[in-house]
């Protein structure tokens, strides 16, 4: 352009700082540290106004008669300050990513999109990981176009998240008045999922721009670009409302998830907050569960970082010795595609606290030295995570930092909104710490959340009321598929023995032994004897307090397995 015509290209330029810019720039709290050539570098204190400040940017150009393009290139990471300028990888990283912005365009990396969490309604296209001049390691990409035309690249095409689209509500009241409420379900919904780090989900606008079209399941999934729609609706008949909900597959159509709500309207809105936390608290983890089954007969060298992740997670829930095995091999492979995946840390340090619970550690002090560096690692990728939170207070269980473990879980509780499994798990944090009473009240709200909860959740709660004295209830919640491990099946023996069931104790007692056998023997772990020393000894770096673990262990006494 200054070739062209050097008076009129420094004309525009000048307005474009004075006018756009610069006002943009200050409007989002982000401080202009140096001009680089007809380039810009300017740093924020906050991800998300820096990006809001690029896309406000660039719409502002494309609406004027400016004719300049910009590139922009935004990245979060670490920086050297010297004097008011400053230097680092986190500089290099940005300047990269700006080159390979399109004119008119905005290149984020992928820690950047992770901590944005769907909130600026923004669509942001996945490029994959892209080899980038005088870097050593590959950055994952993503773009952003004002016409929303981005493409994704052809290897990359399906989305590195579980993608969802919740659809406007249809209102079958016959009273046009009543939309408001159906939107607004609909609105809320959106709003709550998009806390949730492992689903893509897509804005509100583009959801709303098909209501009232005759589409299918798979052309809606077309062109919204997601695996998942959540449709509903909502009936009102007097003083009764009846809402619907229903997850499917966008390419076949298949219905995964279906629930209806029945609620007194007495309180409109009250009515609108509850139904969408129902929902928000069910559906990811109905989708990851989906996820995982369909990618489960994959081959592991085959599956991108997210599908080993949500096949992880799917063998770690288990919660025994074999899967947590397999567990963290699929995860390490995880983080051998993307080292930037906060929550496959989350899930990788998760796997040695689970080896610890169980006695089967090589190197206990060791291991839990391990969760306690992998779990910081991903809290620093991402520390607004609650479950990457929820984790950090394991891992400082693990290495019997019990006040920090205690503030951990404290300050988790009061970020999480509706992540139900999160709850859970703070729950078990403060039975493991001796808060028997804060722990059931924990894991009761989760519960009821998430009605179709895991068998984890069940595990849990069977421990919780064995020490509140409730035996019976603890069997009642420890038989069947809440049996996970061997010490699912200890509380199930000890219960038995303590309400003095004395002869289900030692049929209990016996299956204990096997399944405790079994379980070390898959780990090379020989047991010497069928005793109290050699079975439970490995227990004993879950309890802050020694007295508890001796609680479970006179039960087992009881049922006849020696000292």
Not at 159 to 187: L, Y
Request: glycine letters at 6%.
């Amino acid at each position: 352009m200054m070739a062209t015509d050097e008076e009129v290209t420094l004309a525009r330029l000048k307005s474009h700082r004075e006018e756009v810019f610069d006002p943009a720039v200050r409007r989002f709290n982000g401080r202009i540290v140096k001009l680089i050539g007809d380039g810009t570098l300017v740093e924020f204190a906050s991800v998300q106004e820096a990006v809001r400040c690029a896309v406000d940017i660039q719409q502002q150009l494309a609406a004027t008669s400016l004719r300049l393009s910009l590139r922009i290139g935004v990245h979060l990471g670490d920086v050297v300050v010297e004097g008011d300028d400053i230097y680092g990888d986190g500089v290099n990283v940005a300047a990269r990513l700006e080159a390979e912005a399109k004119s008119g365009g905005i290149c984020i990396s992928s820690i950047v999109y992770d901590s944005l969490a769907n909130k600026l309604g923004e669509r942001f296209v996945d490029q994959g990981l892209q080899n980038l001049k005088n870097l050593t390691r590959p950055i994952k990409l993503y773009k952003w176009e004002p016409s929303g035309n981005v493409t994704p690249t052809a290897t990359t095409a399906a989305r590195d998240k579980p993608s969802v689209a919740v659809m406007p509500f249809t209102n079958m009241s016959g009273d046009d008045d009543q939309e408001f409420f159906s939107d607004g379900i609909s609105e809320e919904i959106i709003t709550g999922l998009s806390r949730f780090r492992t689903l893509f989900v897509v804005a509100r606008k583009s959801a709303f721009s098909l209501k009232g079209k005759d589409l299918t399941a798979s052309e809606i999934g077309a062109k919204l670009g997601v695996q998942y729609l959540l449709e509903g609706s909502v009936r009102r008949s007097g003083k009764r409302i009846r809402i619907t909900a229903q997850l499917v597959e966008a390419e076949t159509g298949n219905q995964i998830w279906a629930e209806r709500y029945d609620r007194e309207l007495e309180d409109v809105f009250a009515v609108q907050d509850e139904v969408a936390r129902n929902i928000i608290a069910v559906l990811p983890g109905r989708v990851q569960h989906d996820v995982a089954d369909r990618v489960s007969s994959k081959p592991a060298e085959n599956m991108r970082a997210n599908e080993l992740l949500l096949k992880a997670k799917a063998l770690r829930d288990g919660l025994n010795a074999q899967d947590n095995a397999k567990a963290r091999q699929l995860l390490e492979r995880a983080l051998e595609l993307d080292p930037e995946y906060a929550r496959v840390y989350m899930y990788l340090a998760d796997t040695y606290v689970v080896d610890i619970w169980l006695g089967l550690a090589d190197a206990e002090a060791e291991a839990a030295d391990m969760a306690l560096e992998i779990a910081r690692k991903g809290a620093t990728l991402d520390n607004r995570d609650v479950y990457i939170q929820d984790q950090m207070g394991y891992a400082y269980l693990c290495a019997h930092l019990w006040s920090q473990a205690e503030t951990q879980f404290d300050r988790t509780l009061s970020q999480i909104v509706n992540e139900a499994e999160s709850m859970a798990w703070c729950g078990y944090g403060f039975l493991l710490l001796g808060h028997h009473q804060k722990a059931e009240k924990v894991v009761a709200e989760a519960m009821r959340l998430d009605p179709l909860h895991p068998p984890a959740l069940d595990w849990i709660m069977g421990q919780i009321c064995f020490f509140l004295g409730r035996y019976d209830e603890t069997i009642a919640r420890l038989i069947g598929e809440a049996l996970l491990n061997s010490i699912g099946r200890a509380f199930l023996v000890s219960a038995y023995a303590h309400s003095g069931r004395i002869e289900e104790a030692r049929v209990a007692l016996k299956s204990f032994v096997r399944h405790r056998r079994e379980e070390l023997a898959s780990r090379g772990v020989a047991v010497a004897a069928d005793t109290v020393e050699h079975l439970t000894t490995g227990y004993r770096n879950m309890w802050r307090r020694q007295e508890e673990l001796d609680q479970l262990i006179s039960g087992l006494k009881m049922a006849g397995l020696p000292d």
